[in-house]
């Protein structure tokens, strides 16, 4: 009885696991194939240069790629944070971290918009007993909304630079 059961959970075993082969994601990164030519970054820097030298390594990887489009880039990002809790002696126990990220793509060559798309993400965070912990927890909630926009500009630029 112990055979069977172990010969019929191999069998199992063996059908889940070969039926994943050939998996393949709708968006990936391997058909954005384009090129940054020139860019501009507004509003909050820093931000900005973080969406930008992720975009930028992409970049790189299809340099000798012919068959790639020669782009350019305006990033405007624009952070805000505000308290959305306080306790009844005014002490703020909670903000909430607005990123609003504006991106517009074009056509090196023709100067045709291929993407002009706002991206508007938040997130909130408790405040901390110790000061350094809040910041280390605002840095960490911003890290992740950046990496969040950049995911979604990634989708966004699969479908229309793909596509166009």
Do not use: W
Not at 23 to 39: A, D
Not at 51 to 77: A, M, P
């Amino acid at each position: 009885m112990i055979k069977i059961n172990k010969l019929i959970t191999t069998f199992f075993l063996i059908i889940f696991t070969s039926s994943c082969v050939g998996y393949e994601p709708i968006f990936k990164t391997s058909n954005l194939k384009f090129v940054i030519n020139e860019y501009e970054i507004k509003g909050d820097k820093k931000i900005g240069k973080e969406v930008f030298y992720k975009l930028k390594r992409l970049s790189d990887s299809n340099k000798n790629d012919l068959d790639s489009k020669t782009i350019s880039l305006i990033i405007e990002t624009i952070k805000t944070k505000n308290p959305t809790i306080k306790n009844s002696a005014g002490k703020i126990l909670e903000y909430k971290i607005d990123l609003s990220t504006k991106i517009l793509l074009k056509d090196y060559l023709t100067n045709d918009v291929i993407l002009n798309h706002n991206f508007n993400l938040s997130a909130s965070y408790k405040v901390q007993d110790q000061f350094s912990e809040t910041v280390k927890l605002e840095n960490k909630v911003i890290q992740n909304l950046t990496n969040k926009t950049y995911e979604d500009l990634l989708v966004k630029m699969s479908e229309n630079i793909v596509t166009k």
